[in-house]
């Protein structure tokens, strides 16, 4: 478990709203590996992005982490500010706090669902890649003739025109057209795709250990789709860097991540290998997602399956498995006395159910 | 660019002749003219020449050809710098404009600044701690500055100043400086009195900025590109400032353009009609009461004037301020 670079345990995350809380995120436990892609799927309002925001400490108010923690394998890099490996708890920090300045675009990176509305109106894509670069990224300044160059290499942040080199590269490396006078372009000159791609290169330009891609592919047509996600792949190839690809769409998430990671109501509910989760899901739940999923060759006639009844009311979540009321093999007198844990039943393969439970 | 700003340009001419015309034209829709309520004044007073004088007069100024001729003679005189005579006064309007803009304009300028530089940090303060304590007084001040009319503020201030704290702080020098030359202590002087008027402006005036300025500053808040810029490691000043605000802060430079520019004239008449205070606008409302068409008329071009080049700025600025705003 060396190369863990997310740890996140049993995760807390209440909004205090006018009519009551909500547990937006009710004890999830997610670890994510270096170089990994991790699909974190779920239905709307599952806790998928408010997960994400609690990596960066940035929960939107009124929401607050209530307890749990976020631990971060942090690395020493060439290039990076901080200079020994060290293990930090995200939720600790002070949100505003030097440190978490750091890991917030320099190690682990962000792209959003609305490409449209992610870039600041009156900055050019090169402003918004040169902001990052400023802020994160650091050039060797090595001095002639020294010997022990290599021990004592200081840093220097960027200069601008080194920054604009940067942000051309970057952007020719994101598949932008003309990247010398694209860098120049306002938000509004760019359409949808060409934002999303201007995004990523504002969150890869500064080499993070981490992608957290938020529905990045939500708002776009499915050919832009798939241009934005052989980007992503192509360039995490290169950047040996983890992902966490968060959707609703289990088409895209099979194609990108090597293991899912399954949300309901603030739970992780089962997580394996892509292959395993497809082929063989444990958790009713996601035996029922997959059944959603309309098929091509299925005979036309045939009805869709859907999951049985409603998404629960979040002030009066149902007792013992949330997922009770809805499920096909509620077993009564269990499923809705007795809390499931989260546990493995299989080689890589966890699920909280009591199926699987000797109760 | 060149295209648009001499079609503007263009528009503004038509403007200023139209609104010069039609002003004119109201400001003789009242029975008589400021030579029929002199005539009453005289023989009330019982001088028998009266009659005689007053057709003199009207004879000097004009008043009895027909209403074209009236306003293009005026009209013209005007491009020439000629801005009529004031009957009140019996002085040229631009002798008597002259000697009250510098005045107007420092204390317009003082108005500007003063709202401007409290207005806007509370706004933002406002907004980035809603429903703080410190919103709440901010939104409670600023609904009350803009319910209350400025010039009972400024009665409720003289009443305090004057009869409790027995201050003289009626117009902008105290007697002795009135017709002094400059010098430190009139400066010093004037800072003294300026207060009063900058007081009651950054209560009236800073009311709706601070509530525009507020809720704009919200709406960005919740914008994606706020999140994203936090996402990218930036500190929570440079999020606010730099982006959300930077943003946020666009509709105002209209506002700035529509109303400061033309608040020379018009801004604050009521409010210095209560301080006595120096500046155009009493005299611009006193000309209108007293059908002393010449100086009225000149106040009203020169305040379509204003507003025109204000409304021009703006537009321009906030091109400048926003790619997305073309001219064309």
Redesign the interface.
């Known amino acids: 478990m060396n190369d863990v670079l997310i740890d996140v345990k049993d995760l807390h995350v209440e909004f205090d709203v006018r009519a009551g809380i909500v547990k937006a995120v009710d004890g999830l436990d997610l670890t994510i590996r270096r170089g990994q892609t991790v699909g974190v799927i779920g239905e709307s309002g599952c806790g998928k992005s408010v997960t994400a925001r609690a990596i960066?400490r940035?929960v939107?108010k009124p929401g607050k982490v209530t307890s749990g923690q976020v631990m971060y394998y942090r690395k020493a890099k060439k290039g990076k500010k901080h200079l020994k490996d060290e293990v930090l708890d995200i939720t600790q920090l002070p949100p505003?706090g030097e440190i978490i300045?750091?890991?917030?675009?320099?190690e682990i990176?962000?792209i959003?669902?609305?490409p449209m509305?992610?870039?600041?109106?009156?900055y050019t894509a090169g402003t918004?890649i040169n902001?990052?670069l400023s802020?994160?990224r650091l050039i060797p300044l090595q001095k002639v003739g020294d010997q022990m160059a290599e021990a004592i290499t200081t840093y220097r942040t960027v200069t601008k025109d080194e920054a604009r080199e940067i942000a051309i590269d970057m952007l020719r490396k994101v598949g932008i057209p003309k990247p010398t006078e694209r860098v120049d372009s306002?938000p509004?000159q760019l359409s949808g795709g060409q934002r999303q791609r201007v995004?990523i290169a504002?969150a890869l330009s500064c080499e993070p250990e981490m992608l957290i891609a938020d529905e990045p592919t939500t708002a776009l047509d499915v050919s832009i789709e798939a241009q934005i996600l052989d980007v992503m792949r192509d360039l995490q190839r290169t950047a040996n860097m983890a992902i966490m690809f968060i959707t609703h769409n289990l088409g895209v998430v099979a194609e990108m991540a090597e293991e899912m990671v399954v949300m309901y109501m603030g739970k992780q509910v089962e997580r394996a290998k892509t292959v395993d989760l497809f082929y063989d899901p444990k958790h009713p739940y996601t035996q029922a997602l997959l059944k959603s999923i309309p098929k091509v060759g299925k005979r036309s006639n045939e009805r869709l399956a859907t999951i049985e009844g409603m998404v629960p009311d979040p002030f009066h979540l149902p007792t013992g498995c949330v997922f009770h009321p809805r499920c096909p093999m509620f077993m009564p007198g269990k499923c809705d006395k007795i809390t499931p844990t989260y546990k493995q039943i299989g080689e890589n393969h966890w699920a909280s159910c009591l199926l699987y439970e000797d109760v | 660019m060149v295209n648009y700003l001499l079609r503007r340009l263009g528009y503004a001419i038509i403007m200023v002749v139209l609104v010069s015309f039609v002003s004119f034209v109201i400001i003789k829709l009242p029975p008589g003219d400021f030579l029929t309520q002199k005539l009453a004044q005289l023989q009330a007073r019982g001088d028998r020449s009266a009659e005689n004088q007053i057709a003199e007069y009207r004879a000097k100024y004009g008043l009895d050809r027909p209403f074209m001729v009236q306003y293009t003679t005026w009209a013209v005189n005007f491009l020439k710098g000629d801005f009529g005579e004031s009957f009140e006064y019996e002085r040229p309007v631009k002798d008597l404009l002259g000697q009250r803009l510098g005045m107007t304009v420092i204390l317009a300028l003082a108005t500007l600044i003063i709202t401007w530089v409290i207005a806007i940090p509370l706004g933002v303060y406002s907004a980035i701690k809603q429903y703080s304590l410190g919103d709440q007084v901010i939104t409670t001040i600023s609904f009350i500055g803009l319910g209350m009319p400025g010039f009972l503020l400024a009665l409720l201030i003289l009443y305090v100043a004057i009869i409790i704290l027995n201050q003289d702080v009626l117009g902008l020098f105290s007697k002795e400086y009135v017709d002094a030359p400059w010098s430190f202590g009139r400066v010093i002087d004037l800072l003294k009195h300026l207060w009063i008027p900058a007081l009651i402006s950054a209560v009236t005036g800073t009311g709706g900025l601070i509530r525009i300025m507020r809720g704009n500053l919200l709406e960005t808040l919740g914008q994606p590109f706020v999140e994203a810029a936090r996402a990218r490691g930036l500190k929570n000043s440079q999020v606010i400032w730099k982006h959300a605000v930077r943003i946020a802060i666009n509709p105002l430079i209209v506002i700035l353009g529509s109303e400061a520019l033309p608040g020379i004239i018009g801004g604050g008449a009521l409010v210095s009609i209560v301080l006595n205070l120096p500046t155009i606008g009493p005299l611009f409302v006193d000309s209108l009461r007293k059908l002393d068409m010449y100086m009225a008329g000149t106040c009203i071009v020169f305040f379509t004037i204003l507003l025109l080049v204000g409304n021009l700025l703006s537009d321009l600025l906030l091109a400048w301020a926003d790619p997305r705003i073309r001219l064309d």
Do not use: C, K, N, W
């Open positions: 960066l940035m939107p505003d300045r750091q890991i917030r675009g320099g990176g962000m959003f669902q609305e509305s992610s870039l600041t109106p009156v918004h902001e990052a802020l994160h306002y509004h995004m504002i």
